[in-house]
Structure formats: structure tokens, C-alpha cells
């Protein structure tokens, strides 16, 4: 299995001694590269949508629609298949 040049430095940030010590441990357990691009393939067409349909109510306030994929979008559907 070969790696990227990002990878390869990536994978020697994880070996450094001082890895993570300022991090909480959520972020700390990584996802590759590869991992990352898979799970944002797999998304549904609709995914935007389907996120948007289900926007929280905040301080009586109904979060703005999404209008493109991002970090909430995957959020949303990472919590959804991991329940």
C-alpha cells in the first residue's frame, strides 16, 4: 500500500513523541486520508437535503439551511450511521 507525501506526514506527526498531548482524545484517533474520501463518495445524492430536513432549533431559532456539502452535512451523517 503506498502513501501520499500528506499521508507520509501525517503518519510521522502520529510518531512524534509529543502526538496528541494537547489534543482531547475525540481527536486523536484519526481517520486516514483514504477513509475520509470514501466516506464523502458514499454519501447520498440527496445529502444536503436530507441534513437541511432535520436543522435544529436553537434559541427559538431554526439553523440556516446548508447549501452545499460541508462539516455539518458529514457531521449529520456520520451520527446517523453510528446509531
Given at each position: 500500500?503506498?502513501?501520499?507525501?500528506?499521508?507520509?506526514a501525517v503518519l510521522r506527526?502520529?510518531?512524534?513523541?509529543?502526538?496528541?498531548?494537547n489534543l482531547?482524545?475525540?481527536l486523536t484517533l484519526g481517520l486516514s486520508l483514504a477513509a475520509i474520501e470514501e466516506m464523502i463518495?458514499?454519501?447520498?445524492?440527496?445529502?444536503?437535503?436530507?441534513?437541511?430536513?432535520?436543522?435544529?432549533?436553537?434559541?427559538?431559532?431554526?439553523?440556516?439551511?446548508?447549501r452545499e456539502l460541508n462539516g455539518y452535512v458529514n457531521q449529520f451523517h456520520i451520527a446517523r450511521a453510528s446509531e
Open positions: 500500500v503506498s502513501t501520499t507525501e500528506a499521508e507520509a506527526r502520529a510518531k512524534s513523541p509529543d502526538h496528541g498531548k482531547p482524545e475525540h463518495a458514499a454519501l447520498p445524492a440527496d445529502a444536503v437535503e436530507q441534513c437541511n430536513a432535520q436543522r435544529p432549533i436553537i434559541n427559538g431559532v431554526r439553523v440556516e439551511p446548508n
